[in-house]
């Protein structure tokens, strides 16, 4: 049976993936997030005719001609307006952010002043009309909309929202995501792994991808390679109201490769189960049945350390995206290769490679020298995978192919 491809894979997990429903969180732990509705003005910006420097508060015509001298009246500061107005010949000694007393149409900043006693300053330069005001509304008005939803609330996004009065916002409630890892030969990092044992590490690279993502990883721990085991980490995720499963490891058609067998003790619908794609040949995607009769997706990601992260960033990345109602835009980019490389086989290939930039200031995309998906190593060393596709012809140094940028 042919594999399926990468393409048709990822249409397929990606069909009728939408936003989970809404939340409202308090403003200040909205960060981050996706809006779901539009952020609306509650308040306006100034509300009030406000002073843009420190200095004193004056109808222009009065310093038309200088040295001109005022009578100081009294003091406008921020919190603290002063309530009178200031007519002909008068000045009221102003601050940044207070409120321009009514009958003053201009502030001139202090630095063109000089006071001669507390009652009267000399203006030693003229300023134009309306200078160094900011009017009521410059910022924005209430009723105004001022964030469309889709928008992640960045930090500017966010200090707007709070700006305008919004003390609550209505937010995309966030994927939560089980990760359960497995293999007998794994233990935790810090742990002492035993003679046969190795460090497990897959599940902290897919939880990093998940968050980036706008998903909530929830790692479940290491689970042996039994099937009972696999079913009581199976229930755990469903309990816990996981929207998407995620399991490391135990994909393949190994003896002690059990988790198909445990996801369809648990009723299953699988989706696909192999593609081709390297590394990841062995992805599996379906689906069970979550808490209270909801879907729960299921992603086989198989166990080899950069087959288990490369698949995370290409069907993880935008499903949890897709799921957290955030725009998902990988960052594709066609460079130059740096070395040759062969005719690629049936499966689309994405090889481990550094980007760096030539002495002409274009961008070169260099094969590291080992492949291997156990590799780590490479994987961090590596900003990004050169893609093959499948049944590409062999391609010479300097070709352009097309790259998918991990950083
Ligand atoms: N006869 C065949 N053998 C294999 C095939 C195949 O088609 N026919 N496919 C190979 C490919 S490709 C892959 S990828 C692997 C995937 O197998 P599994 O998903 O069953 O992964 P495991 O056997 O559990 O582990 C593979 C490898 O990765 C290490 N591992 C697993 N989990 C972790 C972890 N959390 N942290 C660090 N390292 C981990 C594990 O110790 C193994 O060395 O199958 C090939 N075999
Ligand atoms: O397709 Mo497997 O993921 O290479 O090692």
């Known amino acids: ?10 249409a397929r997990l990606l069909a009728g993936a939408a936003p989970l429903g809404w939340e409202c969180l308090p403003v200040a732990q909205a960060g981050g ?24 508060a004056i109808r222009a015509a009065d310093v038309a001609v200088i040295p001109a001298q005022l ?91 709070a700006a305008a009065n919004n003390a609550e916002i209505r937010v995309w409630r966030q994927p939560r995501v089980a990760i359960i890892t497995t293999g007998d030969e794994l233990v935790a990092p810090g742990e002492a792994p035993g ?13 990093e991808i998940i968050r980036i993502h706008g998903g909530e990883a929830l790692d479940l721990g290491i689970v042996g390679d039994h099937v009972q085991d696999l079913d009581i980490a199976i229930g755990t995720a469903i309990e816990r ?24 003790r648990r009723g299953m619908e699988l989706d696909f189960w192999k593609i081709a794609m390297r590394p990841g040949k062995p992805l599996m995607s379906g689906k069970l049945q979550g808490l209270h009769d909801t879907s729960l ?28 109602g955030r725009p998902y835009r990988p960052d594709m980019r066609r460079v130059h290769l740096g070395a040759d490389m062969p005719a690629n086989d049936l499966r689309r290939d994405h090889i481990r490679a550094e ?36 049944h590409a012809e062999a391609a010479r140094a300097g ?7 991990l950083r």
Do not use: W
């Not at 070709?399 to 940028?405: A, D, G, K, L, N």
């Open 1 to 10: 049976m042919a594999l399926l491809s990468v393409d048709e894979a990822l």
């Open 33 to 56: 997030r996706v809006l779901s509705s539009p952020v609306e003005a509650h308040h306006t910006q100034p509300p009030f005719n406000a002073s843009a420097m420190d200095g004193y």
């Open 71 to 161: 009578k100081v009246i009294g003091e406008s500061a921020a919190g603290h307006r002063y309530s009178g107005a200031v007519a002909a010949g008068e000045a009221v000694r102003i601050f940044t952010g207070a409120p321009v007393p009514q009958g003053a149409d201009t502030v001139l900043i202090q630095e063109n002043t000089e006071r001669l006693a507390d009652d009267t300053v000399s203006v030693l330069q003229s300023v134009a009309e309306g200078r160094n005001i900011r009017r009521a509304g410059l910022d924005f008005t209430k009723g105004d909309i001022l964030l469309q939803p889709g928008r992640i609330l960045d930090p500017a996004a966010l200090s707007l929202a």
């Open 195 to 207: 003679p046969d044992q190795i460090i497990s590490s897959n599940s902290l690279g897919i939880a």
């Open 241 to 264: 109201g996981a929207d998407i499963l995620v399991t490391s490891g135990g994909a393949s058609v190994g003896d002690h490769d059990l988790v198909h067998e445990a996801l369809t």
């Open 297 to 324: 997706r299921v992603l086989g990601l198989p166990g080899n350390p950069v087959s288990s992260l490369v698949c995370s960033y290409l069907f993880l990345a935008p499903l949890v995206s897709a799921l957290a």
């Open 355 to 390: 980007i760096i930039q030539n002495e002409n200031g274009d961008p070169v995309a260099t094969p590291l020298p080992l492949q291997d998906s156990s590799m780590l190593s490479a994987l961090a060393r590596a900003n990004g995978l050169i893609i093959r596709e499948p």
């Open 399 to 405: 070709e352009s192919c097309e790259v998918f940028m």
